[in-house]
């Protein structure tokens, strides 16, 4: 018998969603996925799952871990009936844009090679972006033990650890530029470590971090390795024409060289994705170019990806799917 509604993905747009389905009694079923490193950390949980603090999510007034975060979202989602199901969706058939197929048919993978085949009438996709890594072993370690690398200046500059510290950003684009001054307004020097000798961010972003006082830039540099046992103490560097290596001190090192978007299993499924790989939507609702496949969080976000905007979307989404099968007569 084909699921009413499938969930794809277990971050804050994920549970999100499951919460406001359950409680519409659409029997939701959530495939939370399975730990990876791709070299990127893929965990169940998402982004939030290598944040040690969360303190600009409404209603922790002291904070919350993100992990303690996705657990209680999960709680709740279950608490009125949401089914969870430990396994990737390795891949999707929705027909195609003009005759989508009804139900829709998804093969799962457990991770241990063991997969089957299940039916949905209606899925929402919520499998977020993952951040690119560098991918050094020191890196992920300190990432993943909450040690000060981060791949997100404004979820976790603002941490007391990282106040009046000598910070670092790797990359050169605007999001570099963004990151890098938002945290200029913390660290007692922010650097830029970028591996030419000029920047691709665009000039107004480029001024509005050059023009803050404790700003520098590095240029032709490359991080070669994170040192440092449970908390960042510097990073290794090497000149990209020298070759020679150097050290620099810092207790921050912020990541900026983009995200990837979880749609590899969606790709030759029919669905429209934007320039960027993000699952494209029209206007200001969830609604993908195929008839009952839903898209909310970071997977259809280049812009925020924030959990509240993730959340706010797993809403909407949940919402749109209910008004979908009751249209089609499925509730």
């Not at 070299?39 to 998402?46: E, H, K, N, T, Y």
């Not at 939030?48 to 600009?56: D, K, Q, R, S």
């Not at 090497?238 to 060289?257: H, N, P, Y």
């Not at 978007?261 to 669905?271: C, D, N, R, S, W």
């Amino acid at each position: 018998m084909a699921h009413k509604l499938v969930i794809i993905g277990s971050g804050p747009a994920g549970w999100t969603a499951a919460i406001y389905a359950a409680r519409a009694q659409l029997d939701p079923v959530v495939y939370v996925g399975v730990p990876k490193q791709t070299p990127s950390i893929v965990l169940p949980g998402g982004q939030l799952m290598l944040t040690t603090e969360v303190e600009n999510y409404p209603g922790f007034p002291n904070g919350v871990t993100g992990p303690e975060m996705m657990e209680m979202f999960q709680k709740q989602a279950e608490r009125f009936g949401t089914r969870v199901v430990h396994a990737d969706i390795a891949s999707c058939d929705f027909g195609t844009p003009e005759k989508p197929r009804r139900p829709f048919v998804l093969k799962t993978d457990d991770g241990n090679g063991k997969s089957e085949t299940i039916e949905a009438h209606a899925v929402i996709i919520a499998t977020g972006a993952v951040a690119n890594w560098i991918g050094l072993p020191n890196e992920m370690r300190l990432a993943r033990q909450g040690g000060g690398v981060s791949a997100c200046a404004v979820c976790d500059g603002a941490l007391p650890a990282f106040r009046n510290q000598p910070l670092a950003v790797v990359g050169g684009g605007d999001t570099a530029m963004e990151e890098a001054t938002y945290l200029t307004k913390f660290g007692s020097t922010v650097y830029i470590i970028h591996r030419r000798d000029s920047l691709r961010a665009s000039k107004v972003m480029q001024q509005r971090f050059l023009s803050k006082p404790n700003a520098k830039v590095l240029w032709n540099k490359v991080v070669v390795d994170v040192l440092g046992e449970d908390h960042i103490e510097a990073v290794m560097l090497q000149d990209t024409v020298t070759k020679e290596r150097s050290r620099l001190d810092v207790r921050g090192l912020f990541v900026a060289i983009g995200h990837t978007p979880a749609t590899g299993f969606l790709q030759g499924t029919g669905l429209k994705f934007n320039d960027k790989g993000y699952v494209h939507l029209d206007h200001r609702h969830s609604a993908t170019n195929i008839e009952g496949v839903f898209a909310a969080g970071d997977v259809a976000d280049a812009e925020y990806r924030q959990a509240i905007t993730a959340a706010g979307m797993g809403c909407q989404a949940a919402l749109d799917a209910e008004r979908w099968l009751g249209k089609m007569g499925m509730v």
